[in-house]
C-alpha cells in the first residue's frame, strides 16, 4: 500500500525523476501527466522501453565509467599522501579523509547523470520513503540534495510497505543444517563464549578480544581457547554526541578541497560544481566528526590490564568504526587483528579502485586464505599490517565432504551475483544497473532457459535493497519453464551439497564456496562486473570452465556446454583435477585444513607474548 506524505499541483511537471513504478503510477493518479519525462536508473522503469521513461544514467558508457572507476585509486592516493603532510594529521585522520573522498563518489558519480537545465528548469523528485529514514535514503538517488538550490525543483513522496518490495522470505536454517558445515569448531566456540564472561581476567594471561566474527575467526578463536587463551565478545559502546571536543581539521579540509574540485570539474556541468564541493565539504566534516565520536567513547571502553595480554581480532574492519578501534588500539598497544573476509582481491581486476577499504589499511596483521591474497594487498598504497598465510577455514575445506549421493542430487544451480549498484555500492563495475540487468536477461533467455536441464535459479540475498520495484529479471525466470526461482534468504554455502553442477558469475567471495565444494564449477567472466584479474584467469581458465562474454558467440557456446549430459560435463570435470590443485593453493587455501591451529600459533607467539 501506498500512502502520500506530500503532495503538489503534478501536472505542471514536465521532467520529473523517479526510481520506484510504484510511487510513479501513484503520481500519475495524482496528476502527474502520462508524457511528462521519467528520468530514473532502475531497470524495472527502463524495462518496456517507454519513450517517455530516460535512463539517467545515459551518459555513462562501458567504457566513460570504466575511466571513472579506475581514477578513483589514484584520487585515494593523492588525498591520502596530502593528508599525511598536514601538521598534526595522523595516519589514522588521513585514512578517514581519504575514505571518505571515495565513497563520496557515488554522490559525485549521480551529480554527473545531470544536464544544466537540470539546475534551472522545473524539476520535481518523486521520492519514497521518510526522508530522514536510512532504508528509505538507500532507496533514493540524492536529487533532492543536488537539486535544492534550483528555485523551480519540488519534491512529492509516497510511503511503500518494506513487504512490498521484500521478495526475500527469512527462513531459518535447522541447528543441524548449520553445525553440519559449520563443524564442532563452531559448537565449541558457541559453548565456550557463554562460558568466558564468568570467568575472572586474573585466571589467564592472554585474553583475545573478538568484534566482528567470522569463520576463520571462529577456527582461530577455538584454537586459542584450548591454548588456555581467554576469548571474549567485544562489545562496541553507546555512541553519542555529548561532550565531544572539538578538533579543528581547517587545514586538513584546505588541502583535500583542491584535489576533489578538479576531480569534479571533470565530470559535472558547471552548475552542479558549486553544490557538489558544498555537499564534499558536509560529507568529510560529518565523517571527521564521526571518527572523533567513535574514538572518545572507545577510549573509555577499552581499557588495558597489565597483568594480561590483549588482541583484537576482527572482520571487515574497512569501515570508520574500524578505524576507530585502530586508532584506539594502538593508543593502547593492544595488536588489532584482522582475518579475511573471503577469497574477492586476490582474483578480482578492479577491487583495488577502492583499496583503502582493504584489511590491510586499518590492521596491524591480517590472515589470508592463500598467498595470492596476501601479495595482492601488500601491493595497496595503504598497506601497514604484517601478512600471513593460514589457509581457508574449516568450512570452506568441509565443503567438499556436505554432499549427497549424486543419485539425489539435482542437476545444474545457477548462483547469481547480480546486485545493483543503486546508491550505496561500491565502483567494482563498468557497467549500469540497467546494463546489469540486461546481462543477466539474457543468460535466463539465450543460455539458462534453453537447456536440456532443470536449473535452479540463486538469487542474490539482498540485505539492503536498490529499489522499491521487482527485479524485471526474475519475471523471466518465473516464466522459462525449466527454471526455478529460490528467493529464501539462505547462504548459497548451505543449498551446494543439492546440486551436481556450479554455474556463477562475478569474482566475489561466493566463488570461493562454490571452487571449495570440488563440483564442476562454471565461471562466466564479466567484462563489465566483477572481472577476473590477468593472472587468476589464466589459472581459474585452467581448473575451471571459463566463459567469457567478449567472445564471440559467448551465449550459444556457454548454451552448448551446459546442455551436454551432466555425466559429461563432470568427465570433463576430473580431466583438469591436475591444474585445479595448484589453482586452489594459489587463490583459494594454501593448504588443506588446521588454519585455526596454524593461526592461533602466530597469535600467541607474536601479538600475546
Known sequence: MINKTKLGNLCEYDVVFCDSMKALKQAYKDGLSDSAVVKTSSPSMLWEKKANIQHVEKRWSVEEKKRFLRTVKELSENIFDESLGVNGIGRDAAIVATKSAVTFQRLLYKAACLDENDFLDSRLFIRVGDKDSSVSNSLNSPWDVLLLKNKNFSIVGYQIDADEYNIFNEQKLSKWSRYKLAGMEALFFRLVMKIMPLLPDRLFRRKLLIYRENELIIDIASSLILKGVKVEEFKYPHINNKNIPKIDYSELYSVILPIMQKRVRQWVVKPAEEVVMSLFKEHIKKKMETFDQFTHHLKKSIVVDKNIKTSLMTSAPGNLYGQALSYVCNLRSIPLIAVSHGVTTEISKWH????????????????????????????????????????????????KSTS??????????????????????????????????????KIVTKVLGKLPHKVLYKTYPVDNHRYTDLDPVLSDVLNTKNLDLFTEKIDMRYLISNYRILVTTCATSTLGWAVMSRKPVIFINQRETGPLAVDAYASLSKGLFVFDNADDDFHIKLKDFLSKPVDEIEYLWRNKEVFRKKMIVDYFSAYEGGAGARAAKIIVKEYLS
Open 404 to 441: 549427497s549421493p549424486s543419485s539425489v542430487l539435482q542437476p545444474i544451480v545457477y548462483i547469481s551475483t547480480n546486485l545493483y549498484q543503486g546508491n550505496i555500492g561500491h565502483f567494482i563495475s563498468s557497467n549500469t544497473d540497467y546494463g546489469k540487468a540486461i546481462f543477466e536477461k
Open 352 to 399: 583495488d579502485s577502492v583499496s583503502i577499504l582493504f584489511e590491510n589499511s586499518v590492521s596491524d596483521a591480517v590472515f589470508y586464505y592463500n598467498r595470492k591474497g596476501s601479495q595482492s594487498q601488500s601491493k595497496s598504497h595503504f598497506d601497514k599490517a604484517c601478512h600471513h598465510v593460514v589457509g581457508a577455514s574449516s568450512r570452506h575445506i568441509r565443503m
